[in-house]
């Protein structure tokens, strides 16, 4: 099959696994540590991630994870404007791991924080139209005509009025110099950014052949799952293997770190088998503290009022100026990322190397975790990155890869690890709960004179540096990584607050006298980066207080925010932009509006949602989004994300609820851990800045307002407002 | 031992009687398009046709299809042959991470082969089984309004969708 080709049959080609022999190769380059593409016979590779093949076509090493959030697309349309070739045409490879294909924000080979169109537009389509121009040179050279003479015209080198294709020229450009700063496109002169494409991973997900980490087989193949303590943290005291080992199918019963491995011969043999396991614990501290306890931690520290603070201009003076002040606690709650296709990863080591097989945020760390548990330096570990069947930051913390490893070097098998979904939902990574308290002061002429914000709760860098570090330093004993985890920990303790934790809560309007204060409260259950991070939570706090704030200055919130953000025009254009197409909704009989606007992940955001209440719950029926990220590579997918972002923060603020009991967590699965349904799903109308600026986040910012905006509109519904989520009538 | 057709081929398995018929189809007969999501038939990622009928086949015993005729996403169509809702599914974008959109389709086809011309409401009713964690709701309704009002949608017979690709054993 010509053209796109990550179908299962190309990318079981590609990663290696047909027929059991190895395809893929190790390059061997000048410098540094081979990189992972392929080693094809007179193939042109200049640099890691393109590659002309003899038969004119180009295989491109996607460097990032494509996730749902339309990376895939967005990347390789840079590659097919620069160095123009037919988009539909190109052989997207995930990258395996490497420290060529890092993420720039990162150092890490990572894929999350609204990244890849940010840290990619211009290097990548650099190195598209570099390879383009020494395509053209060594044509040049080739025909022995002037290279000004030439152009070219999908995949081909036009002279005059004969075509030829770019390969005829492999051997000459092969050992010419690599041009390092060609020229880029103009955009008066795009062919493929900025326009109307329906996204290259489509068709391969609408036939059941895009191939996700839990549809991996290899031979002799073994499958594993895992039980875990229901309290994280908790270890094994003892468990009896005996009359497990003794079940249909199943081989091993193995201790690991996170719990008891029991491997079988299918996977319903394994899930049948772990059912049955009886395991008792050392229970940790965690196991004391339920939700309630939780909240009411987090309710004494904001009264002892100790923490770490952050302030510009004068937050006295502020209130002083003030005519009216208000103090309001927000309430958001843990949850669960709950990605639909549920952790999974294969492991194989055999002959002194090592494979794995999972679709990860950070391939990278992947590699250096199978490295560590296997005892194997990281260079002879290969990672054969899959689609992910939902990420939202949940495939950044990567125990499961751990897990397989550790359990493949138990049971000397190639192992395939499935977590359930009640895993998923019990014995994860979770976003932060955060108990929020702002106080805000606005003056006689209606403006915001003090803006006093403080949040409770746990910090993420440390809980993230616990799981990344040892994935990171293969090579350090645990003792050390620990240390530093511990470390970052008292760090965001009494010296300084983990920027995340709060980002959002001061930020947005024109806030001359602000101040930002943090207090640590963790109780220990495991935390990680949740779709849009500290702004999931920040946003509701910070635009229902807004919309507050409004009304006691008798303002229009539309027109309020906008007096707001004279230092913002950015934000400034979307509330206006949104709040225009607002005014197209007809008035409707028992329908009622609500606005938000945050900026977030470098991009900006409004959103104005139209709801009612039937039957004494919420019903949301329309949103309009206005969304500035810079200049737009593919509408489309920015129109998707804001749309995906606006239903993942309705499930947030109408259920979303991690609760704990003796420090396990409750719910369980889908039953009792809903996610948003199409019956309850709104139609969404989304408009996008036509903008030349550089290109910002997209997978994230769509999310942080809709919460608010939902807030908001049932306060215009019912006249009650709604500090807590998830929102209850 | 059970049989069964599975894409207009018979089939059987020694697959013990209640392992569910989604790790038979997955895992036996190597046919990856049908997705475990949640295991207790709550989020539709293993949906299939049992005799032109959308079942959730992660709770559905393989004994219980003994005699039956199963459908799945390699069925009904494929790249190079695509039933009409997934060419439409390819054409407007609809996946973003995809992992759902198989069960989708399979919901969507057999709802228009009962009710070719659905409502907005009748598509809430007969789609909310199957959980989008992306959120692709709105597109997903727009394709099968689209597919239905364009009339696009073949007749599902299994006599005309027994090429199912069984793609060779990688094991």
Known sequence: ?729 | MTKFNLNGRAVETIDSDDTPLLWVVRDTFKLKGSKFGCGIGQCGACTMHLDGIAKRTCILPIIAVEGKSVTTIEGLGTPENMHALQAVWTEQGVPQCGYCQSGQIMSAAALLETNPDPSKSEIDQAMKGNICRCGCYPRIKKAILDVAANRKVKKLQLSEVATGPFPEDVS
């Not at chain 1, 590659?79 to 990258?95: G, M, Q, R, S, W």
């Not at chain 1, 839990?214 to 002799?220: G, L, Q, Y």
């Open chain 1, 1 to 729: 099959m010509k053209g796109w080709n990550l179908t299962r049959r190309g990318f079981l080609k590609a990663s290696g696994i047909v027929g059991g022999g190895l395809v893929i190769g190790y390059m061997v380059t000048r410098d540094g540590p081979p990189l992972p593409v392929a080693d094809i016979e007179g193939a042109l590779t200049p640099n890691a991630f393109l590659q002309l093949t003899p038969d004119n076509m180009v295989r491109f090493y996607f460097p990032r994870d494509e996730m749902g959030q339309g990376a895939m697309m967005g990347l390789t349309t840079l590659i097919a404007e620069e160095l123009d070739y037919p988009l539909n045409e190109i052989e997207v490879l995930f990258a395996g791991a490497h420290s060529a294909y890092n993420n720039p924000d990162f150092n890490l080979q990572g894929t999350g924080g609204s990244t890849s169109m940010k840290v990619h537009f211009l290097p990548l389509r650099q190195v598209a139209a570099n390879m383009r121009a020494l395509i053209l040179d060594a044509a040049a050279s080739d025909l022995n005509v002037s290279r000004s003479s030439l152009t070219t015209h999908d995949a081909q080198v036009i002279a005059g009025d004969q075509a030829f294709p770019y390969a005829q020229f492999i051997e000459t450009a092969s050992a010419a110099e690599l041009p390092e700063s060609a020229t880029l496109k103009p955009k008066t002169e795009f062919k493929y950014i900025g326009k109307e494409i329906a996204r290259i991973d489509g068709q391969a997900k609408s036939t059941g052949t895009a191939e996700y980490g839990i549809d991996i087989e290899v031979p002799n193949m073994h499958y594993a799952m895992v039980k875990r303590c229901a309290v994280a943290g908790g270890t094994i005291k003892s468990f009896d293997a005996v009359p497990i080992l003794a079940t249909v199918g199943v081989t091993d019963v193995v201790a690991i770190d996170s719990g008891v491995a029991v491997v079988a011969t299918s996977f319903w043999q394994a899930k049948k088998a772990v059912a049955a396991l009886t395991v008792e614990w050392n229970l940790p501290e965690l196991a004391n503290i339920s939700s309630q306890q939780i909240k009411s931690d987090y309710q004494q520290a904001l009264q002892d009022e100790k923490g770490d603070s952050y302030s510009e201009g004068d937050i006295t003076q502020g209130f002083t100026a003030a005519s009216k002040i208000v103090e309001r606690e927000y309430w958001a709650p843990y949850l669960a990322h709950a990605p639909l296709e549920p952790l999974n990863a294969v492991v194989r080591i055999e002959n002194g190397e090592a494979d794995l097989w999972s679709g990860t945020q950070f391939p990278g760390v992947a590699q250096g975790l199978v490295a560590r548990y296997a005892g194997l330096p990281k260079e002879k570990v290969r990672v054969n990155s899959t689609f992910l069947g939902g990420g939202f930051g949940r495939r950044g913390a990567l125990t499961h890869i751990t897990e397989a490893t550790q359990t493949a070097m138990a049971t000397n098998k190639a192992i395939k690890l499935i977590w359930s979904r009640e895993e998923d939902i019990q014995n994860g990574f979770y976003r932060p709960a955060s108990l929020m308290k702002i106080k805000a002061g606005i003056d006689e002429r209606g403006k915001i004179s003090a803006w006093q914000a403080t949040r409770v709760g746990g910090n993420l860098t440390p809980s993230v540096l616990g799981v990344v570090l040892p994935g990171v330093l293969p090579r350090v004993p645990s003792g050390i990584t620990n240390l530093i985890t511990g470390a970052a920990n008292s760090v965001f303790d009494g010296w300084s607050i983990d920027a995340v934790s709060i980002e959002g809560l001061i930020d947005d309007y024109d806030f001359a006298n602000k101040e930002i204060k943090h207090i640590t409260v963790d109780h220990g259950l495991p935390l990680t980066f949740w779709r849009s991070v500290g702004h999931s939570y920040t946003a509701f706090a910070k635009e229902t207080l807004i919309d507050e704030l409004a009304e006691f200055a008798e303002a229009d919130p539309v027109e309020f925010r906008k007096q707001h953000t004279q230092d913002n025009p950015r934000l400034q254009q979307v509330i206006e932009m949104a709040g225009q197409a607002m005014q197209q909704w007809q008035n409707e009989l028992g329908r009622y509006v609500g606005f938000a606007a945050h900026g977030s992940f470098s991009s900006y955001v409004a959103e104005a949602a139209q709801i009612s209440i039937e039957n004494g719950g919420i019903k949301v029926h329309k949103i309009v989004c206005a969304v500035d990220c810079g200049q737009v590579v593919n509408p489309d997918v920015v129109r998707g994300q804001m749309e995906g972002a606006i239903m993942f923060g309705l499930t947030a603020a109408l259920y979303g609820n991690i609760e704990l009991e003796n420090g396990a967590v409750k719910e369980s699965n889908f039953h009792n851990y809903p996610i948003l349904r199409m019956d309850a799903a709104p139609t969404v109308q989304v408009v996008i800045v036509d903008s030349d600026e550089a290109p910002t986040g997209v997978g994230e910012p769509g999310l942080p307002p809709i919460a608010p905006a939902v807030a908001n509109a049932v306060y215009a519904a019912t006249g009650k407002r709604l500090y807590a989520m998830p929102f209850r009538l």
